[in-house]
């Protein structure tokens, strides 16, 4: 012991002169960051007034979304209904603000079991032998070559129509996505010194898997995250559309589009709104993941 | 040199007296190609053809061959992270070839690495002070702060080193902090592979100048991997010479210097560059008529 530290003393002496020169060499702070590129300054912005309409219809809404009224069917955008409101006479308003809480929801949960089951898949299969990452892989394309829809409609008439049903069936469906880009991932991180390092230190798989292959890959998981989520909201409008989603009287964007259908002739804009709001967060959380992507890809780390 | 014990079971821990720290019987390693053809399989690719030899303790070791030549597949064999296909390797007289993982604790605490790219060998999302304490937690050592700041004086970083990412330092630096990593659990064997290849020409005296110091001040035995046969010769004992997965030459690093024997150990020391050389204007195929395999 002791003769070890009197050892280290005397390298540490040695190193002493050359201190001065490496210490110059450190950079000031931390490194400069890039500049934040556009697509995740647009796509967060979208993405964050999103949570904030779901999060303000806890707290207000201009109507009872769910109102049936009579009085005022098909009432064209006034400042009492700032969109309209339907043929049922409920506030159209109201009901995109409680549907973002729907579309958020069914986001959060389809990602939610793509990425819990998908990522450890992904890591599995990178870390294990050749053969058996391959194997899973190919399990993973037979999954990736089923139709989600399909597989969600089959979902509905199994265990009946519902918000829940169908987000975990589009989760299963996305799990796929997941599992690839993140095996790829691993792959690469497997392939670093770094890796071959810990494994020389003695650490085991489980320890190099948590500690050193999940931080690296996890840029990867929120770039995905965001794009599954534009394609879970989309799925569930389309679920929604054809009437295995959201079950009345949740307001949900998909079955708003649905329901305006019978008025396209008389009230189009009854298909506008919800038809933008749906493109306009699915086109947000695109952005966002673009932009992620920008700002976590490696490859791109020294080009400015 | 020492006999070699005929099986780890034999000698299960390490004799005293002068068991030779590494020694490599006779192995090979084949690996294997993506299928081109549908009616056969690839020819397999031998990385290593029978390779032999003893390192004795405290020895300085270098291997020098060029890129492709099967350096760091043998040192990833001589660390227990690749099998050899056949042949065998003995840590400290114990033979390690076929040992499953939990039997190679004794390799792990006795031998560490230092690895060629100083971008690559370190996580870039861990800090400083775990990369180095990394060892220690996984060996479970106790007092692992005292000991992350002692090493990372021992290698010329502050100990605020410790709170940083491997990004805000330089090669050299980064190159510094590996070596802290490998000497983090006391280990008896050092295994350099191109530890200084990637650095710059003025960094790279520095951080030689510390792998020697440290290896001396802690009588570690040493194994240099490098196609640049200076900086060999600049740090090691002895040096073996690598040609297409064979050794080709073994002996004192200045007799194989002075007087290489075998043809390609010729060709390597003239393609050494030197100021003469370059003024003379001697070219790549000049040195490539020298020797052919």
Known sequence: MSAVDKALDKAQDNAQDTKAAVASAVPEGRRRRRPMPGSLLVGGLIVSLVFGMALLSFVWTPHDPTLVDASVRLQKPSPEYWFGTDKFGRDVFSQILMGSRTTLFVGFVAVGVAALIGVPLGIVAGMAPHWFGELLMRGNDLVLAFPALLLTIMFSAVYGAGTLVAMIAIGIASIPHFARLIRGGTLQVMKTEYVLAARAAGRGPFSIALRHVLPNVSSLVIVQASVGFAIAVLAEAALSFLGFGTPPPTPSWGRMLQESQEMLSIAPRLAVFPGVAIAVVVLGFNLLGDGLRDRFDPKLEDRR | ?293
């Open chain 2, 1 to 293: 040199m020492a006999e070699q014990p005929t099986s780890a079971t034999l000698a299960p821990e390490p004799r005293t007296g002068p068991v030779d720290a590494i020694s490599v019987r006779d192995v090979t390693r084949d690996y294997r190609r993506p299928r081109t053809s549908l009616r056969r399989p690839s020819p397999p690719v031998h990385a290593l053809r029978g390779v032999s030899f003893d390192i004795p303790q405290g020895q300085r070791f270098g291997i020098v061959g060029e890129s492709g030549c099967g350096k760091s597949t043998l040192l990833r064999i001589l660390a227990g992270l690749d099998r050899p296909t056949s042949g065998s390797v003995a840590i400290d007289g114990r033979d390690i070839t076929g040992l499953p993982e939990r039997q190679l604790k004794f390799v792990r605490e006795r031998l560490q690495l230092v690895f060629q790219d100083p971008m690559s060998a370190l996580d870039p999302r861990m800090r400083v002070g775990d990369i180095v304490a990394e060892p220690l937690v996984a060996q479970g050592h106790p007092n692992r702060t005292e000991r992350v700041a002692e090493l990372l004086e021992a290698v010329g970083l502050g100990a605020d080193a410790a709170q940083r990412y491997p990004h805000q330092f330089s090669g050299g630096q980064r190159q510094r902090i590996s070596i802290a990593r490998a000497l983090a659990p006391r280990p008896k064997i050092i295994v350099a592979d191109e530890p200084v290849s990637a650095l710059d020409v003025s960094v790279r005296a520095q951080v030689l100048n510390l792998i020697a110091d440290l290896v001396d001040e802690l009588s570690l035995t040493l194994v240099f991997v490098s196609h640049d046969l200076s900086v060999v010769r600049h740090v090691c004992d002895r040096v073996a010479v690598m040609h297409d997965g064979q050794i080709v030459e073994t002996g004192p690093t200045e007799q194989v210097y002075e007087e290489p024997r075998h043809p390609y150990t010729r060709r390597l020391i003239a393609a050494v560059p030197t100021l003469g050389k370059a003024l003379s204007g001697v070219s790549a195929a000049d040195l490539n008529r020298e020797y052919r395999p």
